[in-house]
């Protein structure tokens, strides 16, 4: 499968299985996923015209993701946010 502008495929089946729950995830809910507790945000509209949503990965190298939905389905937006840094 082709990765849209400004994205880039799942690293990891981790975050395979994220792209494949976001959806139906309720924010703010933790949820377990390949061992690891997954927590997403809000769904909001970006600057860029995209709806986005933050991740959050506990006890992960990777800390904080964004995903925004695409033509193609949700993807990860690489970017400031995958950092370790709790916000």
């Known amino acids: 499968a082709s990765v849209a502008p400004g994205t880039r495929p799942p690293a990891t ?3 395979e299985q994220i792209l494949e729950r976001l959806p139906a995830m309720q924010a703010g809910q933790s949820e377990v996923i390949e061992g ?9 509209d970006a600057a860029s015209g995209r709806t986005c949503r933050h991740i959050s ?9 964004l995903a925004c939905l695409m033509a193609e389905g949700w993807a990860f937006v690489p970017g400031l946010t995958e950092t370790k840094a709790t916000q």
């Open 57 to 65: 990965i506990a006890s992960s190298e990777q800390g904080q993701s």
């Open 13 to 15: 089946k981790l975050e």
């Open 36 to 44: 690891k507790s997954i927590t997403v945000g809000e769904v909001y």
